[in-house]
C-alpha cells in the first residue's frame, strides 16, 4: 500500500467531508489507499450502525463506498497526469450518481474490505467500480459516477 | 398528511436502523408520511453533514432516500393488500439496489423535502422514486429497489 491514504492529500478547504474528511471531527474518516490496479479501504462499522440487528445499514455503505470512489477517482486522475497526488493544479471530484446493490446482509461485527477499481476515464469524469466484503464474502457492489468540481464549487 | 410516521408502526425488532428506526437513539429517525400518491419526508441536517463546505454529503442523501424508500415500499405493500399499516401479516423491506442522481449540491442550512411514489410493485419487489428538494428546487434524484425481508433475516 501508499504510505499515505488519498483523503490525507487533500487540501484543507476539501477535508470536511462527512464520510472523508479528515477535518470532521463528526465523521467516517475513511481512508484508501492504492494496492497496485486497486484502491483499497477498511472501515470498521460502529455497533449503532445497524439495519436489522446484527448487519450493517445500507446508507452507510453507500456512503463509503462513495468517498473512496471519489478519492479513488481524484487518486486515478492524478496518476493519469503522472503527477504525485497532492500536487498543482489539484484534482477534487464530486459525485454525479451512485450506484449499489446490496447482495447480502452486511455483517456489523467485522471490518468492511472496500476494493475499488477505474472502469472509465473520460475527460473530467471517472466511473469507478466498488466491491464491499466482510468475512471473506461480498456483500455489495457500487458504482460511483465522479466528476471534477464544477469552479463554481471551488474552494 | 396521516397521523402517523410509516417508521412508527414498524416493529420493535425492526426499528433499531440507523437511518429509520425509533430505537435508535444515534439515528437519523427519519419520518415518512403519505400525502395522497406521494409519500414525504423532512429531514434537517446536521451542521456537520457537509461535503464540501455549505452543502449536504451525498451519503446523508443516499441513507434517507434509501430508508424513505423502504418505508414507502412498506407503506405501499399495506396500501395495495387494503389493510392499516401495523396489521398482520407484517410487510418489512430492505433494499436490494439504491440508484442516487446528484443533480445540483444540497444547501446544508435548510432542511430536505423527499417525495416518493411507487413505480411498480411486483410480487414481493416494489421499486420506489424518490426526489430530494431544498429550497423549492431539486438537488437529487434516487431509486429504491425494495424487497420483502427474507425469511432467514426476519424477527
Known sequence: MTEK?????????YSVCYGCGRLNPHGYQIK???QGEESVCRFT???YHTAIAGYVYGGLIASVVDCHGTGTAAAA???AAG??????PDFRFVTASLQV???KPTPIDAPMELRAKVAEIKGRKVIVAVTVSSKGQVCA??????VQIPESLKH
Open 5 to 13: 491514504a488519498f483523503q490525507d492529500h487533500y487540501k484543507d478547504a
Open 32 to 34: 484508501s489507499y492504492w
Open 45 to 47: 462499522p460502529q455497533p
Open 77 to 79: 486522475a492524478f496518476r
Open 83 to 88: 503527477r504525485p497526488m497532492g500536487s498543482e
Open 101 to 103: 446493490d446490496y447482495l
Open 141 to 146: 457492489r457500487g458504482q460511483v459516477v465522479a
